[in-house]
């Protein structure tokens, strides 16, 4: 019976590439939980004269750990079979915690640290869980296990950190969220188990990659909803319009930059790779700090469009060229691992923003907003030209 299931959950090669309406239904929680990351972001940033480092760090610990559950998943329905019983299972209690991740994001560092914690800590434990059950004797189950103890590990700082005052919680959390991550980096070893060489994984590449393709245009559209909404919520003046209009265009741009060349050519690089594991692992990261980008950007088009002719500090400055800057250089690295090459455009741009940072101090902020719009659109027009001169490049991942 046990060998019965193992082989029921282990993934064929022939099996379909596309998601399934479990896995979209998890991606609709994570729409929510993207809409409490960027709301917690906009609340973290002090649109007067500084940047609060402290809650801009306990954001990004909380959205490492909502991006965490994520591509732990697609990475589980990538290995495994996602018509399984065990799979829906997993996923079903993965949207559970997932909901409750996001319910208690706001107040995470508040009265809501426990229902944040606990809800992401009973994931990683119960994602391993159900999986080592399911799988018996089988050989992957070994790295289920290895898992497992890494988990149990981080959650231990996180429970005991929701326990703990705000400052103590921060260090404890980033602890936690950094063992992680350092799991996934050096492939779970335990003593006696050894460690998983999950660069050596056998993905189903073009699963995996529209699944972060999916991700992408989910941040796309909660950074639409996220303008929209403040844009209708006041006076539909004329700098309040131009700011919602350099808005969507930055988003657009956003868009059109991902996708063009590299993002298209994302599922084929994973079916070239010699190591698709090593690339999904490496994709991972890049991925994360594009959806971070997207959602930065979010906040600062809304910081925009609330007081379109106000005077910028540093904070609002930071957040408005500072996202896009972080999205051209992910998008660097996403163009070499895709097509092992780097684009000229895609360095200048990020230097260029970060430049114009002391610049922009000084105009109201509708310029900084259009300056953005304005570099983003000045890198999607040199990359258009100089694809037409050379012609479309061949996916040739370096892994």
């Known amino acids: 019976m046990a060998t019965d299931r193992a082989a029921d959950l282990v993934r064929e090669p022939d099996e379909p590439q596309r998601a399934t309406f479990i896995e979209l239904l998890f991606d609709v929680v994570f729409a929510f939980a993207l809409t409490r990351v960027s709301q917690q972001l906009l609340d973290s940033i002090d649109a007067g004269r500084r940047i609060e480092w402290i809650p801009v760090a306990e954001t990004l610990v909380l959205s490492l750990a909502v991006w965490n559950i994520w591509v732990f998943t697609c990475w589980i329905t990538s290995r495994f079979n996602r018509l399984s019983g065990a799979i829906h299972v997993t996923i079903s209690a993965l949207i559970l915690g997932s909901l409750l991740m996001a319910v208690g994001l706001p107040g995470a560092f508040d009265d809501r640290g426990m229902l944040f914690a606990g ?66 980096l050096l492939g779970w070893p335990v003593p006696g188990l050894g460690r998983e060489r999950n660069a050596r994984w056998r993905l189903a590449g073009e699963h995996l990659a529209e699944r972060y393709q999916q991700f992408f245009i989910l941040a796309l559209g909660e950074s639409i909803l996220f303008t929209g909404l403040t844009y209708g919520d006041g006076q539909l003046t004329f700098g ?46 890049t991925q994360y700090a594009l959806v971070a980008a997207v959602l930065v950007t979010a906040v600062a088009n809304e910081l925009a469009i609330n007081n379109p002719f106000g005077d910028p500090r540093l904070a609002f400055v930071a957040v408005t060229l500072g996202g896009p800057a972080l999205f051209l250089a992910a998008r660097l690295r996403f163009e ?22 002391p610049v922009m101090l000084h105009p109201p902020k509708l310029v900084a907003s259009f300056t953005a719009a304005g570099v983003l659109a000045s890198v999607a027009a040199v ?12 996916p040739a991942p370096p892994f």
């Open 383 to 394: 990359e258009l030209v100089r694809r037409k001169r050379v012609g479309r490049a061949e």
């Open 119 to 184: 809800a992401y800590a009973g994931s990683q434990l119960g994602r391993p869980l159900i999986i080592i059950f399911a799988l018996g004797n089988h050989p992957r189950r070994r790295n289920q296990v290895r898992i497992l103890w890494w988990a149990v590990g981080s959650g231990l700082f996180w429970i005991v950190g929701a326990l703990l005052p705000a400052p103590l919680r921060l260090v404890l959390w980033t602890v936690g969220v950094a063992i992680d991550y350092l799991g996934i």
């Open 336 to 357: 070499w691992e895709v097509f092992g090459q780097r684009s000229l455009a895609l360095v200048i741009g990020p230097v260029l923003l970060c430049a114009l940072i």
């Open 240 to 285: 309040r319009t131009l700011a919602f209009l350099f808005a969507l265009g930055s988003t657009l741009l956003l868009w059109h930059i991902y996708f063009y060349q590299a993002g298209k050519a994302l599922p084929e690089a994973m079916g070239r790779a010699d190591h698709p594991g090593r690339l999904g692992r490496s994709s991972n990261y």
